[in-house]
């Protein structure tokens, strides 16, 4: 039989306020335990909670760039149960009433029929969103630390966090890492989470299901929590599919359960069955007053938001002739978007500025385990390099060299140029010379060249380039080797 | 002295007839020798006392004193007071010290009014009898043998017996005015949001509000004028102007329109009670005021909405009592699951626990829409009698509770009879309007009986107007118990 996989995802991002959601407190990582955490984050008695309006801030930036509808009322509701980690016995959530409901996504997915080389060949796929809504972090429970106790840490208890829902509408891992991606793009590019999945900013739970093709209906899912890498996030759907399918073809069931993805082993596995889900109780928050946003400050919202990458992509298409997928590519962070902008302006040669980008440098910065904010190559020094080839001061080759001088600091492109003599030989009296030189050494392959052997001719080219020590302009090379071999 | 308003009070705090520190010092004497029998209070603690009225000394020699720097006030046990026990009448809290001052507790001590100690309660505020409290029950110091009314009912009975000049009491569904009626002094609810509830116990949020409790509604006022204010830690706290709420104390009744609605003086009610409400009517027509018959036909069913709405609220409420972080914890279990049941089952009392039962019961899924949403609707259409009344009508005239303070363990085997005794007082909690009680009388056994207003929102000054204007003309409020003077 053959089947069908269907994915929804559920992203908690937290969002890069600098106080808690319904706290001062500070929402900063890696402070000693509970140093973060005031009254109203441990829950003590009679303390209130006063709604964050960055939090809200973050949710309608969220919302406008995904074109969603922002609901004018939205309210806040508890979500009750009792976990040490979680102080007042109920987290503070929206259930009936989101921020943000609708919107969608527009991904990337690398093309089926060539998934392994991964340049160019993609289809454009829209995902859309259910909601999305406003909660807070519950602390954390530290299993590890206090031989045969739990220590508790409620220094994240109280951070706020956008749990965004996407429709069941993706098909395989890939589409799942392609909109997981994307939004961990979007939300960072819109600065409304600073994206860092192992501190936990970014975490996603997956609903996976499998269904015979055809089949209209879908089957019972089951839920993948906490994945905080997109790697485990396609190893433990690609584990939960092939589960799910050995399993219906073996004649067994699918239960609706949570699980959970081990890395190590690869596998997932149960963490509770539908039989023990909690009945959260929810009810609206009579400590809080529902939300209320006026058209003012949606609009006041909305003039913060920079260009959108979406919105980018059709532009760098547009403007500098970049296929869809290298606009895909390069709109993959803020960072990367304004470095390949501003080399592609510096030079005024959009394809290939986004060709060094994509190749050259995003090579190096791999090899160094480096972010695009820390290149040692400035997107000037990138464009002014480029220049220089468009000049014909330096061939692609050179260019590498200069390269690799200007990552090692030595300077600026003319600098770097000048110091290590890298400057395409222009003068053509020298090239003669050279060329002179070259034909006298080697009379055989004149020989062979002039008997119609076409070949000779390349291997003389070789020894010109190899005497101007890679300097000569191969063009030129060619043009004055061949008039004087027919002379 | 211990019998003078609050106002003579400051004024010979003032006049330096009187210093704070001694005038404390006649409280906490009269809290050593009368509360063994009242049991009002659950934590006294002189020392404290004196050191805050040494402080109010000070502030008074050095001529930045308020209006009620120096008099000293009791605080209900649900106000978190730092550095004092904070029990909310519950073992739950027996070992619970505050590291916080409520806004409530924050006000009086900027006006520099010491605290005399923290009034008994029931448990969590759940009781109209004072019986629920894990600090023993409150006795009524009219009779020992029956009840204070509850759940303000230390502090409804520390000022009965002038062991306090004045309390502050909070009223979730009349945990103020029923006390007050049944102890003989006066007592306001303020309209929903008026009060910060920060730092005051949660029962149910939508519902509590902080009040006054005084002898008289002079007092009360001057008590209002210093609780109430905006407080951004609160986000149902309202951002009004300041009002002083003293401004119409002294106005003629002339023309005031009370409305009397006939559900409140229909079956159930006692003949004691009616025919001293009554009475009252009759004084203020004297002083110029008009009867208008209005009808709150859905208030009928506050009880029942309550009983949904309150639960519903408290069980949520009260899951931070876990054990974990503070309070207590069970000494011994065997599982995360079984601390938490052990220590919620032997930290809870019964009345508690019912009510927290009802409450995730009517949350729970399949019954939320049946109970929960339903009480809400009707919630809306109790408000809207009222909204509707108030267009004849200044201020609604009624009783208070349908009887007297009743023995103790008269109603404790039966939650149903209790919950009764708030069929006047709820109303107002669910439409977040302001009620306030005050005496009108006396039963034949020697018990008083309390009177009930509510006003339209924000009509405290009105409503205080009205009930000044009737103690004016009648001593019910200064009159003491017998053998406490």
């Known amino acids: ?487 | 002295m211990s019998n003078a308003s609050l106002s003579a009070l400051a004024a010979q705090l003032a006049g330096r007839q009187i210093s704070s520190r001694e005038l404390a010092q006649l409280y906490l004497d009269r809290i050593t020798t009368l509360n063994p029998a009242i049991n009002a209070f659950i934590t006294v603690d002189a020392e404290k006392t004196l050191l805050e009225a040494a402080a109010a000394d000070s502030r008074i020699a050095a001529g930045n004193a308020g209006p009620l720097t120096g008099v000293p006030i009791a605080h209900k046990d649900i106000f978190c007071t730092d550095g004092w026990l904070t029990t909310c009448g519950s073992k739950m809290l027996h070992n619970f010290v505050a590291p916080y001052d409520a806004h409530v507790i924050q006000r009086f001590k900027a006006a520099g009014m010491p605290s005399l100690g923290k009034t008994n309660m029931d448990e969590f505020a759940m009781g109209s009898s004072n019986e629920t409290s894990h600090y023993g029950a409150v006795k009524n110091p009219w009779n020992t043998a029956y009840v204070p009314g509850g759940s303000s009912g230390g502090a409804a009975a520390s000022i009965a017996a002038r062991m306090a000049p004045a309390a502050t009491g909070t009223d979730t569904g009349g945990s103020i005015r029923q006390p007050a009626a049944l102890c003989g002094i006066t007592g306001l609810k303020p309209t929903y949001g008026l009060v910060s509830r920060y730092g005051m116990i949660a029962f149910a949020s939508s519902l509590d509000q902080a009040g006054p409790m005084a002898p008289a509604a002079e007092d009360c006022a001057l008590l209002l004028n210093v609780m109430t204010g905006f407080d951004p830690n609160d986000s149902t706290s309202l951002e009004r102007e300041k009002e002083d709420y003293t401004r119409d104390l002294n106005r003629p009744l002339t023309g005031l329109r009370v409305g009397l609605p006939r559900e409140f003086f229909a079956e159930g009610l006692n003949n004691e009670v009616a025919a001293a409400v009554e009475a009252a009517v009759t004084e203020l027509k004297k002083l110029g005021a008009t009867t208008v018959d209005i009808s709150l036909a859905n208030s009928q069913l506050a009880i029942p909405v309550y009983y949904v709405l309150a639960p519903a609220e408290a069980s949520s409420n009260l899951s931070r009592f876990d054990g974990v972080r503070y309070g207590y914890r069970a000494p011994e279990y065997t599982s995360l699951d079984d601390m938490y049941c052990k220590t919620r089952a032997q930290g809870f009392g019964a009345e508690v626990k019912r009510r927290i039962m009802i409450g995730a019961y009517v949350l729970s899924h399949g019954y939320y829409d049946a109970y929960y949403l339903q009480a809400q609707k009707i919630r809306r259409l109790i408000a809207d009698d009222f909204n509707a009344a108030f267009k004849v009508c200044d201020v609604i005239l009624g009783p208070t509770a349908p009887g007297t303070a009743f023995k103790l363990g008269e109603k404790s085997d039966d939650p149903v009879e209790m919950y009764l005794n708030d069929l006047y007082t709820i109303p107002a909690n669910l439409a977040g309007l302001p009620g306030m009680s005050l005496p009108c009388g006396f039963d034949t056994k020697g018990l008083p009986i309390g009177l009930q207003l509510v006003g339209n929102y924000f009509s405290e000054a009105k409503m205080l107007n009205v009930a000044h204007q009737y103690q004016r003309v009648t001593d019910w409020h200064a009159r003491q118990p017998e053998g406490l003077k």
């Open chain 1, 1 to 487: 039989m053959k089947w069908e996989t269907v994915i929804g995802l559920e992203v908690h991002t937290q969002l890069a306020t600098k106080s808690k959601i319904f706290s001062g407190s500070s929402t900063a990582f890696g402070a000693a335990p509970n140093t973060q955490a005031s009254a109203v984050d441990i829950a003590l008695p009679g303390v209130l909670p006063v709604l964050n309006k960055g939090a809200v801030e973050c949710a309608i930036k969220f919302g406008l760039a995904i074109g969603a509808t922002l609901n004018r009322v939205n309210v806040f509701d508890r979500k009750n149960y009792f976990y040490p980690d979680l102080p007042k016995g109920y987290q503070i959530s929206q259930l009936a009433k989101p921020i943000v409901e609708g919107g969608a996504l527009t991904i990337q997915v690398p093309s089926t029929s060539s998934p392994s080389t991964g340049s160019g060949q993609s289809e454009e796929r829209v995902i859309h969103l259910t909601r999305a809504h406003m909660e807070e972090d519950a602390g954390k429970s530290l299993h590890e630390d206090f031989h045969g106790m739990t220590g508790i840490d409620l220094n994240r208890a109280g951070t706020p966090l956008l749990e965004i829902v996407s429709e069941p509408e993706m098909r395989s891992s890939a589409e799942a890492v392609a909109y997981a991606r994307a939004l961990h793009t979007l939300v960072t590019w819109i600065g409304i989470c600073d994206g860092n999945m192992q501190e936990g900013s970014f975490r996603v739970d997956a609903n996976v299901s499998v269904r015979p093709v055809g089949q209209k209906e879908f089957g019972t899912r089951r839920e993948i929590k906490n994945l905080n890498s997109f790697r485990f996030l396609q190893q433990a759907i690609d584990y939960e599919v092939r589960w799910q399918i050995e399993t219906l073809e073996d004649g067994g069931r699918i239960e609706q359960a949570t699980v959970l993805f081990d890395p190590d082993s690869g596998e997932t596995r149960m963490m509770r069955s539908k039989e023990e889900a909690h009945d959260y109780r929810y009810f609206p928050d009579p400590d809080l007053l529902p939300v209320k946003l006026d058209e003012d400050w949606i609009e006041r919202v909305r003039a913060t938001l920079p260009e959108l990458p979406a919105a980018m992509q059709a532009r760098f298409q547009n403007d500098y002739g970049v296929s869809a997928y290298d606009a895909a590519v390069l709109t993959g962070s803020r960072a990367l978007a304004d470095y390949f902008e501003a080399a592609a302006r510096a030079c005024g040669q959009g394809k290939l500025a986004a060709n060094w980008v994509m190749g050259e440098l995003s090579a190096a910065l791999n090899k160094a385990e480096l972010d695009i904010e820390r290149s040692p190559v400035s997107a000037a020094q990138l464009g002014t390099l480029i220049g220089r080839i468009q000049d014909g001061t330096l061939s692609g080759k050179l260019a590498k060299q200069v390269f690799e001088g200007l990552w090692e600091g030595a300077g600026e492109v003319d600098a770097v140029i000048e110091a290590r003599g890298l400057r395409q030989m222009s003068d053509s009296g020298e090239l003669e010379k050279i060329i002179d030189d070259v034909l006298a050494a080697n009379p055989k392959s004149v020989e062979e060249f002039r008997s119609g052997k076409d070949k000779a001719f390349n291997a003389l080219v070789g020894q010109v380039m190899k005497a101007s020590r890679g300097k000569a302009n191969p063009a030129q090379v060619n043009e004055l080797l061949r008039s004087r071999l027919t002379d």
